[in-house]
């Protein structure tokens, strides 16, 4: 099987529907990553999901809503929740909440009694919700797992394009780095994952941020040691390049590769995981300029520690 591949617009829509309803596997563009969706309702599209993938069991996923209003259907929606979807729904924002009893297949928590929670900020919402879809989907980024995230169509097909049944191309994805995500307890908010809001953004609505338990089970994805990792060696904080590696630059005194020539964190964060694919290969070794920890930067940081972990 080859994964059909059709632009934006209401024909695909109109056919991710049918591939859904029939349990299949559909790869969307969001204003993160590209995601590979399946019904949320079904224990065996998750399961379909986990193989494409190749994902480990207990990492859990992300359940994305076509509308917030629905989130309250799902889990247990406290005040500080509800503040936070009204300032960042929809958009980058995961926000894991105690879950509730309903129509969602268990798979779609990992066994856990919380649920991950998202309304993206993408065209697909209106597209399927025209098409006549309505239900959850859920999402992880739509690569095998571990990989480098996709933030192109031609990057899905290049890790699932065998694996799974259609891929809609909507262009490049406008943050591309995937969304923050906080557990909330009550009045307390924990980040688990940096993302494509910044720390400060958050704060400013929140206040002071919990610490996640390092020991506990993985209450979110993105929290895996190592992630999101190219095959090539990868070196951070590198000012010049060694013997035989090639340099990706971060700022103006930098030739191309470059995150960003201007040195804007937002143009780095979208150019990231572009940037690791292009220069990807085996045989090839990979560094990177300093990133600031400031904003975005943080996220950034992230995903370039985890994708450096042991090499």
Known sequence: MTALIMPDGPEAYL???????????????????????GDARSEAAIAAIYAAKGRPSNNPLITHLLSPESAAAYADISDLATTLMVNFWPGPLTLVLPRRRSDLAERASAGLDTLALRCPDAAWRQGLLAAGWTAPLVMPSANLSGHVSPTEASHVAADLGERIDLIIDGGPCRRGLESTVLRIDHDQATLLRHGAVAEAEIVAVTGPLGQPNPDGPLASPGMLARHYAPEAALRLNATQARDGEILIGFGPQYPAPNLSPSGNLAEAARNLFKALREWDGADRKLAVAPIPEDGLGAAVNDRLRRAALGR
């Open 15 to 37: 056919r991710a529907a049918e591939v859904l309803r029939a349990g299949g596997l559909v790869a969307l563009p969001t204003e993160t990553v590209y995601g590979l969706a």
